[in-house]
């Protein structure tokens, strides 16, 4: 059997296994284990095993994922979620749609300092779904635009995402940062018209309120959530200007996070234990996943699968529109049954290569690979972001009614990525004001 033969065989077990809901480190690790034990012998094997384990844990690099993490979690546990979209809706109350709306700008600026569409999605269902269903909103609409927004989390950055993408493609991850931004804004606004036509040509979809909100009120919604924007200020202008890496930036962030919750008297013990404890559980969840794709990619690497892609498909004239029409095809079915953070790191040592000989910016490439992560959030049967929702919101609304409330962001998503891949310099932008 020659070594092609074994790497496909090895990917095909390693999806029955993630498909049998096997850990998808644990699944991706062990299938590697036994291919490269196949190809070259059981001690190379082991020794990839002992030190691929100890070199990626050790990277400076990926100190950044605990200290974003930690910034997200001390951001979301000291209730600026609530002050977020009590902002938002006295601002934007008055449009149409005006609570789905509010619902999408305060989703967008918890995202730039969260990076988790998990938490984003999980923080605002309790929050801005029960009072849009109070004024009489679609229960699609409502729970569909927490779902749908918290995937924000995934392109504005700082994104773990972003940050393992980096580090595989060894791109530069401030510029993959700065590279996201633009989109991110571009995936909040497109959202936020779909929602104001829809509820211009059906005012039942989300019927207006009439709110008359005083200049005091307005001030004293600013001073509540003024930790928020200086936190993502700080972080990301000082990521463009370059006072600082990535990495330095994760523990700067974190540092300011755990500064202004302490100025505005939320930062309690009970606070920081819990923002560790889930720091550690997310880290710790995150690298096992790459540790068994890093082992992958070695895998694939001697089994030469990616190169053999690679060349069947370049051998057919593609040209890199046809590229990302395949990766996309690609990502939109897998995405429906695997996570975000394992689709990616699984996919890459197959798909890089092929964006590399078809001579495309990385940078770009790697915009468009998180738009399509953050698709697979939302699209059954899988759709994360959705079933975190639905647990958040418990009997309020059903599953479907969720499912069918995305159905209007999916198509909006693929509307935004159409002009991400027609407009790279959308993308492209402020990572070349960097150079």
């Not at 595989?168 to 989109?183: D, H, T, W």
């Not at 200086?230 to 463009?240: K, N």
Request: hydrophobic letters at 60%; a positive charge; one cysteine or more.
């Amino acid at each position: 059997m020659d070594n092609v033969t074994i790497g496909f065989i090895g990917l095909g077990i390693g999806l029955l296994l993630i498909a049998l809901r096997v850990p998808i480190g644990v699944a991706l690790g062990s299938v590697s284990f036994v291919g490269i034990a196949t190809i070259v012998n059981p001690r190379a094997a082991w020794g990839m095993l002992t030190a691929v384990p100890f070199n990626f844990v050790g990277d400076w690099n990926l100190t950044a994922i605990p200290m974003f993490l930690l910034m997200g979690y001390v951001a979301g546990s000291t209730g600026l979620s609530k002050g977020l979209f009590r902002a938002a809706r006295i601002f934007l109350s008055g449009l149409p749609g005006g609570l789905a709306v509010a619902s999408v700008g305060a989703c967008g600026l918890l995202s730039a300092a969260s990076g988790s569409s998990v938490a984003v999605s999980a923080a605002f269902a309790r929050i801005a779904t029960p009072e849009m269903l109070r004024y009489r909103y679609h229960p699609g609409l409502a729970s569909g635009v927490v779902a749908a927004a918290g995937t924000l989390g995934s392109l504005i950055p700082p994104s773990i995402l972003m940050i393992l993408y980096g580090y595989v493609a060894e791109v530069s991850i401030a510029k993959v940062f700065m590279a996201g931004f633009l989109p991110g804004l571009l995936s909040a606004f497109m959202f936020a018209a779909m929602i104001i036509i829809r509820a211009k040509l059906n005012p039942q979809l989300a019927p207006p309120i009439e709110e008359t909100v005083s200049r005091a009120e307005k001030l004293a919604a600013l001073r509540e959530i003024w930790p928020l924007p200086v936190l993502i200020i700080g972080v990301l202008v000082g990521i463009f200007a370059g006072f600082f890496t990535p990495t330095e930036a994760g523990a700067v962030g974190a540092l300011l996070s755990l500064l202004l919750a302490a100025t505005r008297r939320a930062l309690t013990w009970s606070v920081l234990r819990q923002s560790l404890l889930l720091t550690l559980a997310g880290t710790a969840s995150i690298f096992m996943v790459v540790i068994g794709t890093v082992l992958l990619g070695k895998f694939m690497a001697l089994s030469t699968v990616p190169a053999v892609i690679t060349q069947w498909f370049m051998g057919l004239g593609a040209s890199q529109l046809a590229v990302v029409i395949a990766v996309s095809v690609l990502y939109l079915i897998l995405g429906c049954f695997l996570d975000s953070i394992g689709l990616l790191l699984l996919t890459l040592p197959i798909v890089l290569p092929m964006a590399r000989d078809s001579g495309m910016d990385l940078i770009w490439f790697g915009i468009i690979l998180v738009k399509l992560l953050e698709l697979g959030l939302v699209t059954p049967p899988v759709g994360l972001n959705v079933y975190v929702t639905k647990s958040a919101l418990g009997s309020l609304v059903d599953l479907t009614t969720i499912f069918r409330g995305v159905g209007w962001f999916v198509v909006t998503d693929l509307v935004t990525l159409t002009l991400l891949v027609a407009f790279p310099w959308i993308s492209l932008v402020l990572p070349n004001m960097m150079s």
